[in-house]
């Protein structure tokens, strides 16, 4: 099977079995993208008041702290309101996405193999905790990852620092690709075979360099798939954002209750459909792996054929 096929087969088994895959992709996607629209959020005002930008240091953090307090003395009902949704929403990120992905590549073997996807799901928990180790491995190398320390250096120690430390940071996002690569296979290992995580990792590294220029392949198409439907959910969202954004400017000027409300009810709107558009990509790029594994995997075990030997018979000897 080659990679067209690969990914011929990865969207026809995505549209027909949507309806039972799309909540392991969807889910996952509603709270990843919540914290990371928290965590730019974040970082957007961490560089408005950095510390090294500032007039006097240390004076964005004090003004933040200052303003958090005041917020929370003001309404503090609203304040434990708010908690304990952030809460729910650490323990829905920590712990969903591993228990959803295992769930979803074991669902997806299980639908390649002309078999019924029941019990996906006891070992999408059974595998919880090695996937999360795997998570928490990756997520060193990660963008992410880089792109917090290099906002960290930027903002604290300012330009000078970060462009002596540069080539370390480039060199490290380096080792991060090539380590995110090599990794590739290490979940499916994982879920579908019951391996620990060292032993996927290292059996994961031994299939991407047994298979380089297929998985070359996929991994570029992929991003390609990937570039592009962002690109779509942009441009899909942005007429209607642009519209509700102005109706919202004028509700709120006029009614500000009417605005706040107009405001909330499209950014929760907004968040479904990017979580069930990335729900999507997510089960087709599961697939896609999916489905490439088991045929990397399958010609990587020499078939062992019988060799027929004969009728010998044994001679009695005196």
């Known amino acids: 099977m080659n990679v067209r096929d690969i990914v011929r087969k990865a969207w026809q088994v995505t549209q027909v079995h949507l309806k039972k895959l799309i909540w392991y992709g969807a889910v996952p996607a509603f709270f990843s993208t919540l914290v990371s629209s928290a965590y730019l959020a974040y970082q957007y005002n961490a560089f408005k008041n950095a510390a090294a930008l500032a007039s006097h240091e240390g004076m964005g953090l004090v003004r933040d702290i200052r303003i958090a307090w005041d917020i929370i003395s003001a309404h503090p009902k ?27 590549i074991h669902a997806l073997m299980k639908i390649k193999n002309y078999e019924s996807i029941e019990g996906s799901m006891e070992v999408g928990v059974r595998r919880f905790f090695p996937m999360f180790e795997f998570a928490i491995v990756s997520g060193v190398f990660s963008i992410i990852t880089i792109f917090t320390e290099s906002s960290f250096i930027l903002r604290w120690w300012g330009e000078s620092v970060f462009f002596i430390l540069l080539p370390v940071l480039l060199f490290i996002t380096a080792i991060g690709l090539i380590a995110s690569f090599l990794f590739t296979y290490a979940e499916y290992f994982i879920v579908l075979q019951d391996h620990r995580l060292i032993k996927s990792i290292g059996e994961s590294v031994i299939l ?63 968040l479904l459909l990017t979580s069930y558009l990335m729900g999507l990509f997510n ?9 490439t594994y088991s045929v990397l995997v399958e010609k990587s075990q020499p ?10 018979k044994v001679e009695e000897t005196d």
Do not use: H
């Open 208 to 270: 991407v360099i047994s298979n380089m220029r297929k998985t070359i392949l996929i991994f570029i198409l992929m991003l390609l798939i990937g570039a592009r439907i962002i690109l779509n959910v942009i441009l899909i969202l942005f007429i209607p954002m642009g519209v509700v954004l102005i109706t919202g400017y004028l509700a709120t000027t006029y009614l500000q209750t009417v605005g706040i409300v107009i405001l909330s009810i499209f950014a929760l709107a907004v």
């Open 283 to 291: 089960v087709f790029a599961t697939a896609v792996w999916v489905f």
């Open 303 to 312: 078939e062992i054929k019988d060799v027929d030997l004969g009728e010998g």
């Open 78 to 104: 609203l304040t434990v309101v708010f908690v304990i949704l952030g809460i729910l929403v650490i323990f829905g990120y920590i712990l969903i996405p591993p228990i959803f992905r295992g769930t979803l």
